[in-house]
């Protein structure tokens, strides 16, 4: 087998009940790995999570009733818990519920194994991981592995390769090196956080110059809810004072908007809070001029409201 002998240095955490770690144990056994360590429920003990960081492939099961999982790889590919981000996740699930799979996909897993699986389906995941990892993508509430096959006209999404800690391993590769290109992914990560942010925001304002409160479909309405929410979280990642300058107008564009009755002022003050967010989205890197991002907002504004007159 390729790689055989390299594996051996790979550590694996095994998040199952025993009664489900035949399959998997056999399965990492023909790779000769043999670092493994076995949690029979998600662990929240801080000395437990402290761990996360020592292994270079995680492999756990959701269900229908428990996605403590889910949450945990979420958590880890946010940075919300210590850990690598970009450690290789494999999840198994019970039964194929809409549920269970949509948890199994937002939560950032490589590769996704319904039961009952065989021997190959298990090994198959663990050989592409190390030849032929996904990138990343980062939206405003997502980060993981690319799984679309194409992106929609107006969310053109950069795709980040990512260190990968199985592959390190397995490749024997500079643990320096990949310190080093850990800490630059991490960083292009937030830097991606805050740029999708803004632009959830501009492509809000945009819709809500085409759209009232009271005209636009219920999808509409909820999406043009999240934004205080949005300034909220802006303003916990923006701390350079020119950022926070452009912040500020969007800001108090969210509290004068809902209450603003005639159209062209309204329409008015929707351009003046676009500007404001593409010239943010400029100081963060993420295009070049205010009005591309207007411009990628308004494509994005155009298809979402055709999807939702076609529905």
């Known amino acids: 087998m390729k790689y055989r ?38 662990r929240t003990d801080p000395g437990d999570l ?5 292994f270079d492939l995680i492999i756990a099961n959701i269900d229908e009733a428990d996605d403590s999982a889910a949450v945990l790889l979420r958590s880890l590919r946010n940075g919300t818990i210590p850990g690598n981000p970009f450690v290789p996740a494999i ?38 991981l190390v030849d032929r990892r ?48 850990t800490e630059a992914a991490m960083a292009r ?4 956080k805050s740029q ?6 501009l492509f809000l304002v945009r819709l809500a110059g085409f759209v009232t409160m009271s005209t ?3 999808a509409a309405r909820r999406d043009l809810a999240r934004l205080p929410s949005l300034v909220r979280d802006l303003a916990l990642r923006l701390k350079n004072p020119i950022e926070y300058a452009y912040l500020q107008s969007f800001a108090n564009w969210a509290v004068v908007y809902p209450g603003l009755i005639d159209e062209d002022a309204r329409r008015s003050s929707c351009d003046d809070a676009a500007e404001a967010l593409g010239g ?32």
Do not use: H
Not at 110 to 127: C, E, G, W
């Open 5 to 42: 002998d390299e594996f051996r240095q790979v550590r694996v955490l095994l998040i199952e009940l025993p009664m489900g770690r035949r399959v998997l144990r056999t399965a990492l056994g023909s790779f000769d790995i043999t670092k493994i360590e076995e949690w029979n429920e998600v």
């Open 196 to 201: 999708r942010l803004v632009f959830q925001a």
């Open 280 to 311: 943010l989205l400029q100081q963060l890197g993420g295009t070049e001029t205010p009005a591309e991002s207007i411009a990628q907002a308004d494509r994005a504004v155009f298809n979402y409201c055709q999807r939702l007159s076609a529905a």
């Open 50 to 54: 402290a761990t996360l960081a020592s």
């Open 189 to 192: 990560i937030e830097q991606q």
């Open 91 to 128: 999840v198994t699930c019970n039964s194929p519920t809409p549920t269970t799979v949509r948890a199994a996909v937002d939560c950032g897993a490589d590769a996704v194994v319904l039961k009952p699986y065989s021997l190959k389906q298990i090994m198959d995941p663990i050989t592409a």
């Open 216 to 218: 636009a479909a219920p």
């Open 134 to 181: 996904r990138p990343f993508v980062v939206t405003s509430d997502y980060v993981g592995p690319e799984r679309r096959t194409f992106q929609r006209e107006g969310q053109v999404i950069d795709q980040i390769v990512v260190p990968n800690p199985l592959a390190a391993k397995v490749l024997n590769l500079d643990p320096a090196e990949q310190a080093a290109a």
